[in-house]
């Protein structure tokens, strides 16, 4: 399974972005999805989570300027960033509860595991 984040890109102060996050492989389904960032020095920071029935969380960071949302049928996570501010420049990570096929033979199990995705830089300038 892959998680590939997409969407970053260098922005105004006050701009906005929307950022991609697309799961593939043999996924039976996606529990939570959620992004969180890790700029340089500091400690990995989460954002906003979404679970399979769309019930979201937001850090106290960015409630009301973010939002996150999911299309269940394609295995993909956004998140919608507006009011961006210099301190939100960050690596953005994508990160999804999914339950897997695995086979052994001619058996098809499942197992549940938490992936982790390659970042995107998303830069603010003031």
């Known amino acids: 399974v892959q998680l590939q984040a997409s969407g970053g890109g260098l922005v105004q102060a006050g701009g906005s972005l929307r950022l991609s996050c697309a799961a593939s492989?043999?996924?039976?389904?996606?529990?939570?999805m959620a992004w969180y960032r890790q700029a340089p020095g500091n400690q990995r920071e989460s954002v906003a989570s979404?679970?399979?029935?769309?019930?979201?969380t937001y850090s106290d960071a960015v409630k009301g300027r973010f939002t996150i949302s999911r299309d269940s049928a394609e295995n993909t996570v956004y998140l919608q960033m507006s009011g961006l501010r210099p301190e939100d420049t960050a690596v953005y990570h994508c990160?999804?509860?999914?339950?897997?096929?695995?086979?052994?033979?001619?058996?098809?199990?499942?197992?549940?595991?938490?992936?982790r995705g390659q970042g995107t830089l998303v830069t603010v300038s003031s």
């Open positions: 979404i679970d399979r029935y769309g019930d979201t």
């Open positions: 990160s999804a509860d999914i339950v897997v096929y695995e086979y052994s033979g001619h058996e098809r199990y499942t197992v549940r595991s938490d992936y």
């Open positions: 492989g043999p996924i039976a389904s996606i529990n939570d």
